[in-house]
Structure formats: C-alpha cells, structure tokens
C-alpha cells in the first residue's frame, strides 16, 4: 500500500522570509535590543548628567571669564547655609523632552564657541543683551520653570520676609509676572540700556 506522502505548504500556508528569520533570531534580537537600548539610556543619562555640572559650564573661557566670574560671588554660589544653585539647576529645565530639547539647543553654544562669537570680553558685552533676551524669553514663556524647581512661593512665610520682598511675592502670577521679572540681576550683571524681561515678549525685542 503506497504511503502517502507530506504535502507542500501552498504559499498562502509558507511563513514568509520575514517570518522565519524572526522566528529563528527573535530571541537573540531581542536580547540584544534590551541591551542596546540599555547601554543608550546609562550613557545618555551620564552624558547629561556630566554636561549639566559646573566643572563642563566653565571649561571654555567665555563661561568661565564672563559668566562664571559674574556668578561665584553671588546669593547663589556662596551664601550662609551652603546651599547653591549652579549653571544647570537655573538653566537646564526638568523632565526628559525639556531637556531633550535644551540639550539641543546647546548646539547652538558649541557652535558660537567655535566661531569664537563671544571670545573676549569686549565680543561678550556686545552679545550681553542679545544673551540676556534669549533667557529672559525663555524664562518668561516658562513661568520661571528652573527658579520654581527649587523656590515654591506657596511653601513660603510672608511673616518671614521684608515688607517689599512680600509685597512683591503677592503679585506672581499676576499679569504674566513670574520671578524672572524681578530676580534678573541675581546672577549675571544686567545689560544696558534699562531693559528686563517684561521687554523680552515685545515683537521688537533684540534677538
């Protein structure tokens, strides 16, 4: 009696190239997709972890002799407890997209350094108000977003500041105003000419 032999699968039946290839490295494939992606994430996390620090804001000159000097002896670096706030707590937001999208953004900085745009001092003074609007801008659009990851005006005590500190603290959100519109000379040295950050928003603002 004839045996009867295995048909072939039609190639409606027959797994596709695709299909077997997956089938036969999907699990090593997989393995290492986890670990790739793994790797990317401790690396991206270290890179701008390591960006964000002081140490990296002051290795190029124009930080460190404009910016920095400006800085180290102000509230926010040196003061009565200890506590500071350095370069990437005011100007690198929270949150991965905001700093996603910061981070970017610094390639425009890399770029300018490279151009040498701002490598004296008398190139820095001519670029201050231009640097000064774009913060400003930024803080403004933000609500003050950096200050306010540190500074809760709810969690403040009236009765523990001065008269014009609490007069002040009483008008945040406002009419648009945030802490920028006060506190933009905490830091950095204002640039001339009498401009704050209310000007920033204006269409005919320095950009």
Not at 101 to 126: I, S, Y
Not at 169 to 182: A, W, Y
């Amino acid at each position: 009696m004839p045996t009867s032999q295995p048909s072939e699968p039609s190639d409606g039946e027959r797994p596709s190239r695709a299909a077997r290839t997956v089938r036969r490295f999907g699990p090593s494939a997989l393995a290492l997709a986890v670990l790739v992606g793994v790797v990317l994430s401790i690396g991206g996390y270290q890179a701008v972890e390591a960006t964000n620090r002081l140490e990296f804001c002051v290795s190029c000159h124009e930080m460190k002799d404009n910016n920095y000097s400006e800085y180290k002896d102000t509230i926010h670096a040196r003061n009565r407890t200890g506590v500071t706030a350095t370069c990437g707590d005011c100007h690198v937001p929270h949150g991965f997209m905001p700093v996603a999208a910061r981070k970017l953004m610094a390639a425009n900085d890399v770029w300018h350094h490279l151009l040498g745009t701002e490598d004296t001092k008398d190139k820095f003074e001519a670029h201050r108000l231009e640097l000064a609007m774009k913060v400003w801008r930024h803080m403004k659009t933000t609500d003050s977003a950096e200050c306010r990851n540190c500074h809760n005006a709810h969690a403040m005590d009236p009765e523990a500041q001065g008269p014009t500190a609490r007069k002040q603290h009483q008008k945040i959100g406002k009419d648009g105003r945030t802490c920028i519109d006060c506190h933009y000379g905490i830091a950095h040295e204002e640039p001339q000419g009498g401009f704050e950050p209310a000007d920033a928003l204006r269409a005919d603002a320095p950009h």
